[in-house]
């Protein structure tokens, strides 16, 4: 993990461009931020055809091709793919190259001091994050997030558009925050739980489950497998 005041994207050489693991609406919202810092973007990894122009770029292959392509390993990339079972995996599989992996961070947000963030993350425009907070690796913080002071975020989280995750949260590895939601101050969210969309937790949430509503309550179990985005 890197402290944020190294977090700079300058780090990408303007003479160097990067990949993107997943080709769908996500990595459409990244290259928009890469283009708006003037970074030249490769082309995508993904399961669309190769050749296939998307955003005016092109699918160079899947990840098998990626795996046995020497070239296209020696850039950085960044895996833009909202599901986090799927990023998981595509970093299990390419783990060997994981020093290439590039956080992606909007200019259009508002981060305070002391923040920590893992490599690979992704954060949008008009999130707001306050001092103390810790981003774990591969985190998705989407459109106008707002987490405030002391949160901890594991690995692998998603947290969707306009979430808002009060002072001392923490969420743990896997873990979905769902739009709109609200999770009051000092709550623990468990590994690979989904909170529903405009949900208000007021109390822990453990691992595995779903829970929804004003307050949120559990309604099932999950697994980190099960599929979340539609």
């Not at 997943?22 to 459409?28: D, I, M, T």
């Not at 995508?44 to 046995?68: A, C, F, M, R, W």
């Not at 599901?83 to 599989?93: A, H, L, Q």
């Not at 405009?198 to 099932?220: E, F, M, R, T």
Request: aromatic share 4%; glycine share 10%.
């Amino acid at each position: 993990m890197l402290h944020l005041e190294k977090l700079n994207f300058a780090m990408v050489e303007k003479s160097r461009r990067i990949i993107l693991f997943g080709a769908g609406n996500l990595a459409s919202n990244v290259v928009e931020i890469l283009r708006l810092k003037g970074i030249g973007i490769l082309g995508y990894i993904s399961t669309e055809k190769p050749g296939t122009l998307i955003n005016n770029l092109k699918v160079l292959g899947d990840i098998k091709h990626y795996i046995q392509n020497k070239e296209l390993q020696q850039e950085y990339f960044h895996i833009a793919v909202g599901e986090n079972s799927t990023r998981f995996k595509i970093m299990e599989s390419i783990i060997s190259h994981k020093d290439n992996l590039q956080s992606i961070i909007s200019d259009k947000c508002i981060i305070s001091g002391n923040c920590v963030v893992g490599n690979g993350a992704y954060i949008s425009h008009g999130t707001i994050i306050q001092h103390d907070v810790t981003i774990g690796t591969c985190c998705i913080i989407d459109t106008g997030v707002i987490l405030e002071h002391h949160v901890q975020i594991g690995d692998y989280v998603n947290i969707s558009p306009g979430a808002i995750i009060c002072g001392g949260v923490r969420i743990s590895n896997g873990a979905i925050v769902g739009a709109g939601a609200t999770v009051i101050e000092k709550v623990l969210i468990g590994e690979n739980s989904l909170i529903g969309a405009g949900s208000v937790v007021i109390n822990d949430i453990q691992p595995n489950v779903v829970a929804v509503g004003n307050p949120a309550k559990i309604i099932k179990r999950r697994d980190f497998l099960d599929t979340y985005i539609r």
